[in-house]
């Protein structure tokens, strides 16, 4: 929707629909306006493999450590590397993307996640698994601009939400191959055979990412503007000042850093906090499995009702992170029957926000898919930075319960900023 070339707009406001100024506007997605959606599952596979190597080190937490006599301090530093990198290459992610080759920065990725899970069978001092980490954390930048830029160039705007919970669903995969890994092969053969076994599976990626359809003349070509000025779904009547949204997305990046260092503590640390409940490492792994089903059946179904009511997006966000934090102050107690519950809210309801917001975060930036990706991408692993490292350092003074209790901080303070900058655009576009 373009506004009337003789409509005059507020001062300080902007029109809905952006003019192309560095290249021509795409058409919508696919013939028609129809979604085409195979390079959306492509780019889901390699990012499962990409996010694989910063979940798998923690899961093997307990055995990684005995054997390589590291502390929890120095291999939750370990850890970090990856949400670090992933946070840092972020803004390098968003300029690369859109001048290369969607299944060329797809093949890339799978095949670093495949090299690094393959060295961290190998790797035998804390700096090796810091620097094999860091690598694929740096990788893991790519997935979400690379998403982002997908679903604004394929997929038809009234399917954005949805399109943004496939994509958030490799975020709630991502637990399932840790544990089925630590069930199957970790627990009874050890964890260097089941980062073997990851590293092979991560291949699959390669797979995917060659049978991504190539990139279409004009719309996706590298070095064409970004994607995505096609629109992302109905707006409102009036558009937010451009300071307005400058601020809000300061806050929503910020929401989505607060609200992932509890739902990463729960998700990466599932199988020791789970331990610690009164469950085998076996069992706990299983209990993932079935937490990361649940956390991908969440995403689809929201993000399938939010395409009905896209205004409502962020509303839905909040309330799946208060969600989450209200899991993780469950897990707090204790048992193991407030454990399976608990954690189930918090990897599920507290992680399935992850799709929904970025489909906000689009339609706050429409035209701009590459920024809105690489700002989600930084707040969410920003946070996720936090997690590993300050999981390490205050179990060991505090236990485990009382970690989870502080991490269920995060997603609240997380829902209050989230819900400041709904009202802050609710001001601005009614003022």
């Known amino acids: 929707?373009?506004?009337?070339?003789?409509?005059?707009?507020?001062?300080?406001?902007?029109?809905?629909?952006?003019?192309?100024?560095?290249?021509?506007?795409?058409?919508?997605?696919?013939?028609?306006?129809?979604?085409?959606?195979?390079?959306?599952?492509?780019?889901?596979?390699?990012?499962?493999?990409a996010v694989t190597p910063g979940l798998m080190a923690p899961a093997l937490a307990a055995p990684v450590q005995r054997s390589l006599h590291l502390s929890g301090t120095a291999f939750g530093a370990a850890v970090t590397c990856f949400f670090a990198c992933t946070a840092a290459g972020a803004p390098v992610a968003r300029r690369i993307v859109p001048r290369l080759q969607v299944r060329a920065v797809l093949g890339a990725v799978g095949l670093l996640a495949a090299a690094v899970l393959a060295g961290l069978a190998t790797a035998s001092r804390l700096w090796e698994l810091c620097l094999l980490l860091a690598l694929a954390g740096f990788g893991n930048a790519f997935t979400q601009p690379v998403a982002a830029r997908?679903?604004?160039?394929?997929?038809?705007?009234g399917r954005h939400s949805f399109a943004g919970g496939l994509f958030g669903a490799a975020l709630g995969a991502g637990p399932f191959l840790p544990g089925l890994l630590v069930t199957l092969v970790a627990a009874p053969h050890g964890w260097r055979p089941a980062l073997w076994t990851a590293a092979g599976l991560a291949l699959l990626a390669l797979t995917a990412a060659a049978a991504a359809r190539p990139d279409r003349s004009g719309?996706?070509?590298?070095?064409?503007?970004?994607?995505?000025?096609?629109?992302?779904?109905?707006?409102?009547?009036?558009?937010?000042?451009?300071?307005?949204?400058?601020?809000?997305?300061?806050?929503?990046t910020a929401a989505a850093a607060l609200a992932t260092?509890?739902?990463?503590?729960?998700?990466?640390?599932?199988?020791?906090?789970?331990?610690?409940?009164?469950?085998?490492?076996?069992?706990?792994?299983t209990l993932e499995m079935l937490a990361s089903v649940l956390g991908i059946a969440v995403r689809l179904a929201s993000g399938g009702l939010a395409d009905r009511a896209p205004h409502r997006i962020p509303?839905?966000?909040?309330?799946?992170?208060?969600?989450?934090?209200?899991?993780?102050?469950?897990?707090?107690?204790?048992?193991?029957?407030a454990f399976v519950a608990g954690a189930l809210l918090a990897v599920a309801g507290g992680w399935g926000w992850t799709g929904l917001l970025l489909a906000a975060t689009m339609r706050l930036l429409p035209g701009e898919s590459a920024r809105a990706g690489a700002a989600m991408q930084g707040g969410l692993f920003a946070g996720a930075a936090v997690g590993p490292l300050s999981f390490g350092a205050l179990s060991g003074q505090f236990g485990i319960g009382a970690t989870v209790g502080i991490a269920a901080a995060g997603p609240l303070l997380g829902a209050l900023l989230l819900a400041a900058g709904i009202r802050a655009l609710a001001r601005d576009t009614a003022g």
């Open 1 to 49: 929707m373009t506004s009337s070339p003789h409509r005059q707009l507020p001062a300080g406001r902007r029109p809905l629909a952006k003019t192309a100024s560095a290249g021509p506007v795409p058409p919508p997605a696919g013939p028609a306006g129809r979604s085409r959606w195979g390079r959306l599952v492509a780019t889901v596979v390699v990012s499962v493999a």
């Open 219 to 252: 719309a996706d070509a590298p070095g064409a503007a970004p994607a995505g000025r096609a629109g992302t779904g109905a707006r409102p009547a009036a558009a937010p000042a451009p300071r307005t949204v400058g601020r809000v997305l300061a806050a929503w």
């Open 150 to 157: 997908v679903i604004a160039a394929d997929i038809a705007p």
């Open 315 to 337: 509303w839905t966000v909040t309330a799946m992170m208060l969600t989450g934090s209200a899991g993780l102050a469950l897990i707090v107690v204790g048992t193991p029957a």
């Open 261 to 285: 260092i509890g739902s990463n503590v729960g998700a990466a640390y599932f199988i020791q906090i789970g331990t610690a409940s009164g469950f085998t490492a076996a069992t706990a792994g």
